[in-house]
């Protein structure tokens, strides 16, 4: 077949069936945008960030040999796993994470001068900020799940039958399955987040401070505005509260019971209300190298 | 103007930076054939292709390519294919993925898109090297495998920034037959080139530029035509100059017939060229003068360049 046949072949399948036209270039950009972000050297810092509780507990593991490991030692380390996922994950490393790595989705491109490339070819600019969204998600969740998974493990594991124990006859399966849940919602949630940040502002570091510090104290405000907050629907998904006073405190006050199911909703929703809004603003964005 | 299906449309197109002007109520339609941007650094010639492909947007006026806009980007990127200015390319890529990758975000699978990768690449001389990483290519290798890029899927209009720059005079030629062979097929291709004795050759119209503002376009020896300050210059090469030299100096609207150095030729100037040519027939009916050679002097892209722009069409 000629090269123009095929040009011609190529172009009609995709005119009759442009939802499948969609999805397979949204793969193609989450495999590109995978590749791309996922297994490189610059990237080491994130891994860091995901996997510095674990190197934690592992040498808590190692070097607390001696410590006693009955049921009052696990419930204390049940405490601490969840002191890690609420204050360090949900807080710190993911927020910072998925600020490094959505944010430079399209103004990496920018600063690397690639991205008229993606605006040279038949796809849709929804199309480019859903495939891009997916890519970042994907990284994110990953590495943080695999981190969480890790922590989890080692915590429970040098209990030996007790830990056990706890995990599969006890609560432990349950906690750990919020724990997923959580941190994959942080990485959407913040994800969003950052994405829209980097279509709206040049330097998306300032805003990414001031929104670290509305989460922070989104729980002093109005339920109504605690909404626009993403730890508003995570705090109310984490299966152990944390029995914390004084100024840190703020970061453990549950205001107003919501349902765990309202909560993943609450949260999904958000995150696609700021997905299209990034749909809106990518339609004004222009190849300016010069003026980044 | 009406936007049509086989036309390139710019109607009233400005584009301002804050308050630097990109491009100034730019308005002219163009028919299939090979199209030249000439101008000045700064000129506008990258702000008008970047306009065309919709990475900048108008800040007022309408482009229309074929019938299309960039707001319509599954049809629009289809029809055409843009190779930038912009020396710069993802990191880690290879030549063959670097074509490849777009081809599949066209919708094409695997194995058409490996088809037309390496059509383009042994259109663009760089099957050779497809495999090594573009970070390791030369100048002219980057500007061809971009090249590739923008040809693979066989674009109906071919939009290319300073598409010769960095190429060897081998490479260079087999450039300008490619993109003669694709406006032979009937397509657009767009240049914007310095090197204006290549684009005279193979231009069929020419868009002049400076500061913004489209100061001529159309067919060269039109516009030159048009550019009435400067007499137009005509070589003839002759046995009895001197006989034509006199003849032609009786006509009012010669300005100059300056004698060549071997004496076997008339360099003259002239407001008419019409007139000109036909006191030449004339003399040559009439047995006093045997012609070797005519030809206009100054009805290239250069010397129009000079005329209206002010400047030798040094690099732009």
């Given at each position: ?34 590749r ?53 994950y ?12 959505f ?22 600019r ?19 799940e ?86 508003f ?28 199911f ?9 995150t ?13 964005m ?7 | 103007m ?14 301002f ?9 730019v ?14 650094n ?5 702000t ?39 020396d ?63 040809i ?6 071919l939009?290319?920034?300073e ?84 003849a ?14 071997d ?31 005519v ?22």
């Open positions: 077949m000629s090269a123009q046949s095929l040009v011609a072949l190529g172009q009609k399948w995709s005119r009759e069936q442009p939802w499948r036209l969609y999805g397979s270039q949204v793969s193609v950009l989450v495999r590109n945008e995978v791309r972000n996922l297994l490189t050297r610059r990237r080491i810092w994130i891994y860091l960030l995901a996997f510095l509780p674990v190197l934690m507990i592992l040498a808590h593991v190692i070097f607390d040999r001696n410590e006693g490991a009955g049921p009052a030692q696990l419930e204390n380390d049940t405490q601490v796993l969840a002191g890690i996922v609420q204050l360090y949900l807080r710190l490393g993911i927020f910072f994470a998925c600020m490094a790595i944010t430079w989705l399209f103004r990496g491109e920018m600063v690397e001068r690639t991205l008229h490339y993606q605006f040279l070819v038949p796809v849709r929804e199309v480019l900020v859903v495939g891009k969204f997916f890519a970042g998600a994907i990284i994110a969740i990953a590495l943080f695999m981190a969480v998974l890790a922590c989890f493990y080692l915590m429970y594991s040098r209990f030996g039958s007790a830990g056990k124990s706890y995990v599969f006859d006890g609560p432990g399966v349950g906690q750990l399955g919020s724990y997923l849940l959580v941190t994959a919602l942080a990485c959407l949630g913040y994800g969003a987040v950052f994405l829209a940040f980097s279509l709206l502002f040049k330097n998306p570091i300032i805003p990414g401070v001031v929104i670290m510090g509305w989460e922070a104290v989104a729980p002093i405000f109005p339920p109504w505005a605690q909404r626009l907050s993403v730890t629907y995570l705090k109310h998904l984490c299966p152990v509260s944390l029995p914390i006073r004084g100024p840190l405190a703020i970061f453990t006050i549950v205001a107003g019971p919501v349902s765990p309202v909560a993943v909703l609450g949260l999904l929703f958000l696609i209300a700021i997905l299209a809004l990034s749909c809106f603003l990518i339609h004004r222009e190849i300016t190298y010069t003026a980044e | 009406t936007p049509s299906a086989g036309q390139i449309v710019f109607e009233n197109v400005s584009k930076y804050g308050e630097v002007l990109g491009v100034n109520k308005s002219f339609s163009l028919e299939p054939g090979i199209t030249s941007l000439v101008g000045p700064g000129s506008g010639k990258t008008l292709m970047n306009l065309l492909t919709g990475l900048i947007k108008p800040s007022q006026g309408a482009i229309y390519v074929l019938g299309l806009t960039p707001q319509q980007p599954i049809e629009f990127f289809r029809q055409v294919g843009y190779c930038t200015q912009f710069s390319f993802p990191p880690g890529t290879n030549g063959y993925d670097f074509i490849y990758w777009p081809l599949r975000l066209h919708g094409f699978g695997g194995d058409q898109s490996a088809k037309l990768t390496n059509e383009a690449l042994e259109r663009a001389g760089m099957a050779q090297v497809a495999q090594r990483k573009v970070a390791g290519y030369s100048k002219g290798m980057r500007q061809r495998i971009r090249l590739a890029q923008a693979a899927h066989h674009p109906s209009v939009i290319l920034d598409p010769l720059n960095g190429l060897d005079p081998m490479a260079r030629a087999e450039s300008i037959a490619l993109f003669e062979a694709i406006a032979k097929q009937g397509m657009h291709v767009i240049i914007s080139s310095h090197i204006l004795e290549e684009v005279d050759r193979i231009s069929d119209r020419v868009v002049w530029m400076s500061s913004g503002y489209v100061v001529a376009e159309g067919q060269i020896r039109e516009v030159r035509k048009e550019v009435r300050d400067h007499p137009m210059q005509i070589l003839v090469r002759c046995s009895n100059a001197a006989r034509l030299a006199a032609a100096f009786e006509l009012d609207h010669v300005v100059e017939a300056k004698i060549l150095n004496g076997h030729g008339v360099l003259v100037r002239t407001r008419d060229a019409e007139q000109f040519y036909l006191l030449l027939n004339k003399i040559v009916s009439g047995g006093l003068v045997e012609v070797d050679a030809a206009p002097a100054d009805d290239d892209v250069n010397s129009i360049y000079q005329y209206l722009i002010g400047s030798d069409g040094g690099p732009t």
